[in-house]
């Protein structure tokens, strides 16, 4: 895995540990995790991503809709280029 992804990684990790309560209040609100925290939850994924970008520039963090399937995303988009 590229150096760059080991964050990311966490953070999904960090989600997956917390699914389980958040899909009892919180099923299709938005999350975003970054430092292997829940940083806050968001009723919409817009609202998330602004807030995302305004405290973490472009990342890495995660921003997964509670109760949804996980998304696959192309390396390109994964990884980004230096």
């Known amino acids: 895995m590229a ?3 080991a964050p990311l990684k966490d953070d999904i ?3 997956e540990a917390k ?3 958040l899909e009892k209040d919180h099923l299709g609100e938005w999350t975003v995790f970054h430092g292997k925290i829940l940083i806050d ?3 919409d994924f817009e609202t998330a991503a602004k ?3 305004a405290k973490y520039g472009r990342g890495p ?3 997964r ?3 949804a399937p996980p998304v696959v995303l192309p390396a390109s988009v994964m990884y980004r280029v230096t």
């Open 3 to 5: 150096k760059d992804a």
């Open 13 to 15: 990790e960090a989600y």
């Open 19 to 21: 699914k389980t309560e």
């Open 41 to 43: 939850i968001y009723p």
């Open 51 to 53: 807030d995302a970008v």
């Open 61 to 63: 963090f995660l921003i």
């Open 65 to 67: 809709q509670v109760g």
